[in-house]
């Protein structure tokens, strides 16, 4: 995310607790996505898991954009 988002992020996620829990959801599915990225091979099922992942990730950041938008 851009730094100015991440400010955005920060300042108000306190304020707004969708926001919050959005933020919250992003951070965790990096880093078990991260988890996933380090491996050389990932069985299909992990595949399936990771492309998951990424899906929900995706869809937060949608989500976390269109609060941000709100506050610009």
Do not use: A, C
């Not at 969708?18 to 069985?43: A, G, I, M």
Request: net charge positive.
């Amino acid at each position: 995310m851009e730094r100015r988002d991440l400010e955005l992020i920060n300042s108000w996620k306190e304020k707004d607790p969708e926001l919050s829990k959005l933020w919250q959801e992003h951070l965790e599915y990096e880093e078990q996505l991260q988890v996933f990225n380090k491996r050389l091979y990932l069985s299909h099922s992990e595949e399936l898991e990771r492309k998951t992942l990424q899906k929900k990730k995706l869809h937060g950041r949608d989500q976390i954009e269109k609060i941000l938008s709100k506050y610009r």
